[in-house]
């Protein structure tokens, strides 16, 4: 943790500063502030002053601001490992309860640029899911699911809630994912999507694109999740290439 000196702002605020995170060090990760005018008081400050001592530690994501809700301690980040594992299995080995809300449930042809990504002629049907992610009830991702209707015959949005894909597909239909390909890269989340993450717009996120495969072959999913950035991080194993032979 930086100490005094090191932190900007005038003393009064590096003070201001100091005395919220001893109340965060004693509040539990999502429990919320109390409200900027009782606080302001409580600590004898105004407004003002308490308003930027918040906002250098939500810069530094100890704090969360949700639009309309307030001002709540962080959960920490979730350092993401880049493997092929559900959310819900992810989750499970974090010790926190998975959990998701179908918000979107439609029909249509594959066309032209999922039909490449599925690896399907154009006119196969495709089901687009769109479901929050939940980690411990808190939001954590919004996922946009798409998975061609000859892979998962009869699948609706209501067979995913509170369900993981990976499960269904090795359980219902016996035929679990054994590989896949994903991209990560950040981005900035839209107003619509801030909103269902609790986050402002324009918040920053990673943007995740996968493809998966099925033991019989086939692609089984493509599926767009974009993450909340101040609770996930991104962690990848490298190793050194292999010597050339000779």
Do not use: C, W
Request: no cysteine; aromatic share 4%; glycine share 8%.
């Amino acid at each position: 943790m930086s100490n005094a000196a090191t932190r900007p702002g005038t003393p009064k605020q590096q003070q201001v500063r100091a005395r919220l995170e001893q109340l965060i060090a004693g509040l539990a990760p999502g429990e919320p502030l109390p409200v900027e005018r009782d606080l302001a008081r409580d600590l004898g400050v105004a407004r003002m002053t308490l308003r930027r001592a918040v906002d250098s530690l939500v810069e530094e994501s100890r704090l969360i601001r949700r639009q309309g809700s307030g001002t709540f301690v962080s959960a920490g980040k979730l350092t993401q490992r880049l493997a092929a594992t559900s959310f819900s299995a992810d989750m499970r080995a974090r010790g926190m309860e998975p959990g998701s809300r179908t918000l979107l449930t439609r029909r249509f042809a594959a066309g032209m640029m999922l039909s490449s990504l599925l690896d399907v002629p154009p006119r196969t049907e495709v089901v687009h899911i769109r479901r929050l992610r939940l980690a411990d009830g808190l939001p954590m991702a919004v996922e946009d699911l798409h998975v061609p209707s000859t892979v998962a015959p009869g699948l609706t949005g209501a067979d995913l809630d509170g369900t993981s894909f990976y499960d269904l597909l090795a359980g219902r239909y016996h035929n679990p994912v054994v590989s896949g390909t994903q991209t990560a890269e950040p981005a900035l989340v839209g107003a619509e999507d801030a909103e269902l993450l609790g986050v402002e717009a324009g918040a920053p996120v990673f943007l995740f694109e996968r493809t998966s495969r099925v033991a019989t072959g086939e692609v089984a999913e493509f599926v767009r999740s974009l993450y909340r950035g101040d609770r996930y991080r991104i962690v990848a194993d490298i190793f050194p290439p292999e010597p050339a032979a000779g």
